[in-house]
């Protein structure tokens, strides 16, 4: 017979209708940890349900559900055991979680729209017209290299913040730097990135609206 067995008391074990009832036994409290002593080989849903999975297996079948997310059955059933298939895995969990009794009463029938489409006609500031590319400016080869673009490289001559290298030149690692020296490199890290972002955006915007 099932047994659930405390943690954090030595020699107390209770049947499941005293564990469910919150049976206490001397320093027995009944918010200690427990586990079960037959393993658990017992199915959480009657003799009745396909497949026989017991109850040790669906607790890996929870824990493998929250850790890879629904739909990557694979992964769940190697996480469950060999002894079941990804098919097994998805046709118990879609039966039992989705489509049975659990899931019925936690899942609602009708699960209402809450997204709301705050565009607007053509012209306005949310108009989708806005997004879309504009068309290819005439620019001759000359006329791109005067401005500075550089179209066989697909890069320019001369970079937006063209001196932010100079943050992270004449930084160096050492190991006798104190904790306020490593943060101060951190920092002139972290604002050389900060330009690195804002000069892709800006070549990113020239690309899109065919600047160049």
């Not at 046709?91 to 489409?117: F, Q």
């Not at 697909?154 to 904790?179: R, T």
């Amino acid at each position: 017979n099932l047994r659930l067995r405390c943690t954090d008391c030595p020699d107390i074990e209770l049947c499941p209708e005293c564990f469910s009832a919150g049976a206490e036994i001397g320093n027995h409290r009944r918010w200690h940890g427990y586990q079960q002593v037959d393993g658990g080989l017992f199915s959480l849903w009657g003799p009745e349900a396909e497949g026989g999975w017991t109850s040790r297996e669906e607790q890996s079948l929870l824990d493998a559900i929250e850790q890879y997310g629904f739909g990557n059955w694979e992964d769940m059933a190697a996480h469950v055991g060999a002894s079941r298939t990804p098919q097994e895995v998805m046709e118990h969990y879609v039966t039992m979680y989705i489509h049975g009794n659990l899931g019925k009463a936690c899942i609602p029938d009708n699960i209402p729209n809450r997204v709301t489409d705050h565009t607007c006609p053509s012209g306005g500031p949310l108009s989708p017209s806005l997004t879309t590319p504009l068309p290819p400016l005439d620019v001759t080869l000359a006329e791109q290299q005067q401005l500075g673009y550089m179209p066989l490289r697909d890069d320019y001559e001369i970079e937006y913040d063209q001196d932010a290298e100079k943050l992270i030149s004449g930084l160096s690692v050492n190991y006798d730097d104190e904790d306020v020296e490593i943060e101060l490199k951190r920092a002139h890290v972290d604002m050389y990135v900060r330009k690195l972002r804002e000069r892709q955006r800006r070549k990113n915007i020239a690309r899109d609206y065919n600047l160049v």
